[in-house]
C-alpha cells in the first residue's frame, strides 16, 4: 500500500522538494502535505509548483508551544501520515508531541551526529578542526537530534573552507542522503546507510 509522507519546513525547501521529487513512479511513498511554521516559506511556492498540498501554521499566532503543537498534530492527523520528514523545521518538537508519532518523524541535520547537535554545525566543525563533515538523518526522539542514526553522508573539509562553503558543498549531498535514506525506510530496511563522496574516484 502506497505510504503517506508529510514534510515539514521552515524555509527554503531544498530538501523538501528533493524528498517530493522522489516520491513518483515507481517509488512506495507519495507526499500528502508540505506544512510550514513560516508564512511565506520559499519551500511553500516549491511545494505549490510541484502540485502538492500545503499548510502554514504560524508558530507565533499561538500563545505557547503546546498549542501549536496541538494545531500541529490536528492538521498531520487529517493526512494521516505513515512518515512526517523534518527538512529544516526549526522548531524544537516536544516529546510530547514526539510521543504521538514513535518511529515515524525523521529528520535531516547538518553534521556528522552525535557531533553537533544544534545549531551552527558548520563553524563548530572548523573550529574543532575536524577533517570531515557530512549530514545525518536520524529518527527524532524526545531529545534534541539524538535518535537512533539512519544515514550519513561524509565529506572532506578543504584548506580555505568557511561555514558557507561546507554548507553549499553539503546542501547537494542531503539531497542524495535523504531520499536514498526514506526509500529505506518506506521499504522497510531501518540498517543505517553511509554514504561518502570518498567513494566515488575524483
Ligand atoms: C539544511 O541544511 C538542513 O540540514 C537544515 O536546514 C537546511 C534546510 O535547507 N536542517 P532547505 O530548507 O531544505 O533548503
Redesign the pocket.
Known amino acids: 500500500m502506497t505510504q503517506r509522507v508529510a514534510i515539514l519546513?521552515?524555509?527554503?525547501?531544498?530538501?523538501?522538494a528533493g524528498l517530493a521529487r522522489s516520491m513518483t513512479g515507481d517509488h512506495p511513498a507519495r507526499c500528502v502535505l508540505v506544512l510550514s511554521n513560516v508564512p511565506g516559506a520559499g519551500?511553500l511556492a516549491k511545494a505549490a509548483a510541484l502540485g502538492l498540498p500545503t499548510a502554514t501554521l504560524d508558530h507565533k499566532a499561538f500563545p505557547d508551544r503546546p498549542s501549536f503543537e496541538a494545531a500541529l498534530h490536528q492538521t498531520l492527523t487529517e493526512v494521516r501520515p505513515d512518515l512526517i520528514c523534518l527538512?529544516?523545521f526549526?522548531r524544537i518538537l516536544t516529546p510530547a508531541f514526539v510521543g504521538k508519532w514513535p518511529g515515524r518523524i525523521l529528520n535531516?541535520?547538518?553534521s556528522l551526529l552525535p557531533r553537533y547537535p544544534g545549531l551552527h554545525t558548520h563553524a563548530r566543525a572548523l573550529a574543532a578542526g575536524d577533517s570531515h563533515h557530512g549530514?545525518t538523518v536520524h529518527e527524532v526522539t524526545a531529545d534534541l537530534d539524538d535518535g537512533p542514526v539512519l544515514g550519513q553522508i561524509r565529506m572532506p573539509i578543504e584548506p580555505g573552507d568557511t561555514p558557507d562553503t561546507l554548507?553549499a558543498r553539503?546542501?547537494p549531498l542531503?539531497h542524495q542522503l535523504y531520499p536514498a535514506v526514506l526509500r529505506r525506510i518506506v521499504t522497510g530496511q531501518r540498517a543505517r546507510l553511509d554514504l561518502s563522496t570518498e567513494d566515488v574516484p575524483r
Not at 9 to 16: F, H, L, P, T
Open positions: 519546513i521552515s524555509g527554503g525547501g531544498s530538501n523538501m519551500g527538512a529544516g526549526m535531516i541535520h547538518p549530514a554548507a553539503l546542501l542531503e
